[in-house]
């Protein structure tokens, strides 16, 4: 079960066209329900002949729509404002596979079956999100290329489509994004006026890699778990994120800005660029593992075994201190939020960083607990201001990185 996000509680309708994709749909419905969101779907008759409402309705548990004409439990609306009723109860309304029928019926107003009807009822009632699933062809066909454009102008949003391989084994644009892709559209539709609406945060993450020569490296364990969930829930509170990231195998939160970088002096540069200067960034959150030292020297070529052990050493250098460095700009970030990884004297050592890193809060953790800190889900944390403390119980990485969001939201200038 995963934590509450931004999809829990949600009402999300999911709208199924007549495409292949839609096989695709299932995994998404689920994927959202798992999120906690109530998710109704409505299937066009031709999506009805790839996939079978009971397929959604296992998925969801709820009903699925497949007519706007029942008025019944079965696949009917129990209620005589069939047409609205689904729209006005509705966070988002989202059309995941949509054909290029349906875009070409929503764009011009049509409104011939359940799911038409819907979107049309829905204008200045919820978001409408397409994901588009076609052949190339049809997809960049002008036709469809002005319906498109007539649907941006008019607020619509759009997850894809992508490119690549389709069904028919044709290459190019019109290819249906991953659910989980999807997902990540919906949750920054769904945030986009959230208490970050509009403000930018820059965040970093993961370790940073200090190279020995052209084979090797000193680096740490972190995974960049706890920043890449910051940089989501940013996103989930509709905040504008760059996201600075040492090397880390995770995927980008859909709406985020990812900078990836090595070595500590270049994620320093890089968070110089983006959070500091002529416009600097509302927050920044340095969530990193940022590496401390680097060997002094790189060897040009591959440290050989054939060396002579008595000079086998590696002479090490302190990196600059991002932070500090960050405290000594002139524009800087209005607000700045460190974390400490300590193994002892917690506190202590949180409150001495915070008035040597000039910060306004420092999310210190106690990186010798089992269940906290580094490569696991979970975290335990305690919030470190000049004014006080609050300590958090154990939560997901998810929770805390939402607490961190939040407090970040309190406390903006
Ligand atoms: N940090 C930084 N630049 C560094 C090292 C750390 O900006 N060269 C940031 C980290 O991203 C974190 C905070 O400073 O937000 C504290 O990091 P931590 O490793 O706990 O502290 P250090 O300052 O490195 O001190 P020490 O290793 O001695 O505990």
């Known amino acids: ?26 995994a998404l419905a689920s994927r959202l329900t798992q999120h906690g969101a109530l998710v109704d779907v409505i299937m066009t008759e031709s999506a009805t002949r790839f996939v079978a409402p ?11 729509y497949t007519t706007m004409w ?6 009917g609306l129990g209620t005589h404002i069939a047409h609205v009723s689904l729209a006005h109860e509705a966070d988002l309304l989202l059309i995941a596979p949509i054909t290029a029928n349906m875009m070409a019926k929503i764009a011009h107003g049509l409104a011939d079956d359940l799911l038409s009807v819907t979107a049309l009822a829905s204008a200045n009632r919820c978001p409408i999100l397409i994901a588009p699933a076609m052949d190339v062809g049809m997809y960049e066909n002008p036709v469809t290329l002005a319906n498109v454009d007539i649907l941006r102008s008019r607020g619509v949003r759009f997850a894809g489509p992508g490119s690549g391989r389709m069904a028919s084994g044709l290459e190019g644009l019109g290819r249906f994004i991953e659910p989980d892709e999807i997902a990540g559209h919906c949750r920054r539709v769904l945030g986009m006026n959230g208490s970050l609406a509009g403000r930018r945060v820059v965040v970093t993450a993961g370790p940073t ?88 020297e790189i060897a040009e070529r591959k440290i050989k075994k054939t060396q002579d052990p008595a000079s086998m050493q590696i002479d090490l250098t302190y990196n600059p201190d991002i932070l500090y460095e960050v405290s000594r700009q002139t524009r800087k970030p209005l607000l700045t939020v460190g974390f400490a990884a300590e193994s002892d004297d917690l506190i202590a050592h949180a409150q001495e ?26 975290n335990r944390v305690v919030f470190v201001m000049s004014e006080g403390i609050e300590e958090l119980p154990l939560m997901s990485k998810e929770e805390v990185a939402q607490r961190i969001v939040a407090w970040v939201a309190e406390h903006q200038m």
């Open 1 to 26: 079960m995963s934590s509450k996000s931004i999809l829990t509680d949600k009402h999300i309708i999911l709208g199924v066209t007549g495409s292949i994709a839609a096989y695709k749909a299932c």
């Open 54 to 64: 009971l397929t959604f309705q296992a998925l969801t548990g709820r009903p699925v």
């Open 70 to 75: 029942q008025t019944d439990a079965s696949g």
């Open 209 to 296: 890699r200090e190279p020995l020569d052209p084979v090797r490296y000193l680096t740490n364990y972190s995974s960049g778990k706890q920043g890449f969930a910051i940089a989501q829930a940013a996103v989930d509170a509709g905040a504008v994120v760059t996201l600075i990231t040492g090397p880390v195998s995770l995927p980008t939160p859909i709406g985020v800005e990812r900078v990836d970088v090595l070595d500590t002096r270049s994620m320093l540069d890089a968070v110089l660029v983006h959070a500091t200067g002529d416009d600097p960034t509302d927050a920044l959150i340095m969530a990193a593992a940022v590496a401390d030292f680097r060997p002094e």
């Open 353 to 378: 960083k915070l008035a040597r890193k000039s910060l306004d809060m420092i999310v210190a953790n106690d990186i010798t607990a089992g269940d906290a800190g580094f490569a696991v889900d979970t």
